[in-house]
């Protein structure tokens, strides 16, 4: 059972392009959920979503962020127009169904440099 | 406040016992858990414990909680060189779909 899959690790932007970063949860885990973790700072949480649901984006900025899980394929953050203060490493987690308030598995991570 | 805290930096010596602390501010956790980042890698979960336990032993691993103080302790016993990581302390406000982290400490082991 392959774990929570993240790509690319690392990824490189000018300013104003466009960054898409993807998740794919453990096998059999329907809920996902993203967390920033700025330099030398823990992780915060940006949004949480089941398949082709939104649950809780309270962590999202209001602008240039979204974030999908479509009922086929990874999850997909994606941030327009990408600002240096975007550079970040970007995580990824999975829970089962039945343990969504339990246990979170993280991916390695989308480290990305706005240049 | 809403931040959870640790303390920035520890270091021990091999073979020495490690305790890494934590405050975390909502009393209606459910569970609180203590996560482990090496250079470069994503986060790996070590242990959780629910709200209404006082410690939960796993092999080296010891945490405390004292849920009066909102205290968090990881005890690791005889700490390794492979030890040496962030850990991080996370926990889950009113045992709700998010987590809230706190800022890491970085343990460094000497020999």
């Known amino acids: 059972n392959a774990g929570v899959m993240q790509n690319p690790r690392h990824l490189v932007r000018r300013r104003g392009q466009e960054a898409r970063l993807r998740c794919s949860p453990m096998?059999?885990?329907?809920?996902v959920y993203w967390y920033r973790q700025l330099p030398e700072e823990g992780l915060k949480f940006m949004v949480y979503l089941q398949k082709e649901n939104i649950i809780d984006e309270s962590g999202m900025p209001k602008e240039r962020f979204s974030a999908e899980f479509p009922k086929e394929g990874p999850s997909i953050l994606r941030i327009q127009q990408v600002v240096r203060g975007d550079s970040a490493a970007y995580f990824c987690?999975?829970?089962?169904?039945?343990?969504?308030?339990?246990?979170?598995?993280f991916g390695q991570g989308t480290r990305l440099t706005v240049v | 406040g809403e931040d959870v805290e640790q303390s920035l930096f520890l270091s021990v010596r091999e073979g020495d016992s490690s305790v890494i602390n934590c405050t975390y501010t909502d009393s209606s956790s459910t569970y609180l858990y203590w996560y482990k980042q090496e250079p470069g890698a994503g986060l790996q979960l070590l242990t959780y414990?629910?709200?209404?336990?006082d410690m939960k032993q796993d092999q080296r691993l010891t945490v405390l909680l004292n849920k009066k103080d909102k205290h968090l302790s990881l005890r690791i016993a005889d700490t390794q060189t492979g030890d040496s990581a962030i850990y991080f302390c996370?926990?889950?406000?009113?045992?709700?779909?998010?987590?809230?982290f706190g800022t890491g400490t970085q343990l460094k082991v000497e020999l």
């Open positions: 096998k059999g885990h329907s809920h």
């Open positions: 987690a999975s829970s089962p169904k039945d343990r969504q308030n339990t246990e979170a598995f």
């Open positions: 996370a926990e889950r406000p009113g045992g709700g779909n998010k987590l809230t």
């Open positions: 414990i629910f709200s209404n336990m």
